[in-house]
């Protein structure tokens, strides 16, 4: 019994030292800003069926990473997005938008069809104690759905790195948005608008990765 305890306490100090230890500060010493929802498509277990969920967002100020906070197989998971990732979501979705028409072929090799970016995630059976982290690949491309195609994020199996671990996993999650649910996330990635949600926007700060809004007709 004493053992559960301690491991508990070693994946709670840790999980909280990670989330409260800001380290070098990326863009402003601010808690962290909600950027409200957006939907996102998840499969179901035993369905191919789609399900919209609504996926909270948030940006850290401190890292310069976007967060969406979402369940998925009775799991809670946090996936960050640093700047590099945010931007190959949008050049990924702006080449999609550019593919979208009777060329989409439905095969297997186009879920990674736009390339892949990397994002940190933390997972755990308890929301407010999701202890377990590793670095996520992410497959950027598109895939059909009962006949429709979908823009598709695929969030590949990461190793655990915490104190626990030992040899852990977090599963496989797919994301699949219409181009209008992609170009919401998309419309929150952008640089430009978060740092306009600082107030005071510095001289240097970037400008905007949407040139030209992503819409969908």
């Known amino acids: 019994m004493y053992k559960s305890i301690a491991g508990f306490l070693v994946v709670a100090a840790l999980f909280l030292s990670c989330e409260s230890s800001p380290g070098e500060i990326a863009v402003a010493d601010r808690d962290a800003i909600s950027l409200g929802s957006v939907d996102i498509g ?24 976007v967060y969406l906070e979402y369940q998925y197989q009775m799991m809670n998971f946090r996936q960050y997005w640093d700047a590099s990732a945010r931007a190959a979501f949008i050049s990924a979705l702006r080449r999609y938008e550019a593919d979208y028409g009777p060329g989409l072929q439905d095969n297997s ?78 419309a929150l990635f952008d640089d430009a608008l978060l740092w306009s949600l600082l107030g005071d926007v510095p001289a240097d700060s970037p400008s905007s990765m949407m040139d030209e809004p992503i819409t969908e007709p």
């Open 42 to 65: 998840f499969s179901g277990i035993f369905s191919s069926a789609l399900s919209p969920v609504s996926v909270a967002v948030s940006w850290d100020p401190r890292t310069d990473q």
């Open 109 to 186: 090799r186009t879920r990674q069809a736009y390339g892949k970016t990397t994002a940190l995630i933390r997972w755990g059976i308890v929301k407010s104690m999701t202890g377990h982290y590793g670095d996520a690949t992410l497959e950027l491309g598109y895939t059909f759905n009962n006949g429709n195609p979908y823009f598709i994020v695929t969030q590949l199996e990461a190793k655990d790195k915490s104190a626990a671990a030992q040899d852990l996993q977090s599963i496989r999650v797919a994301f699949y948005f219409t181009r209008a649910m992609a170009a919401s996330l998309a």
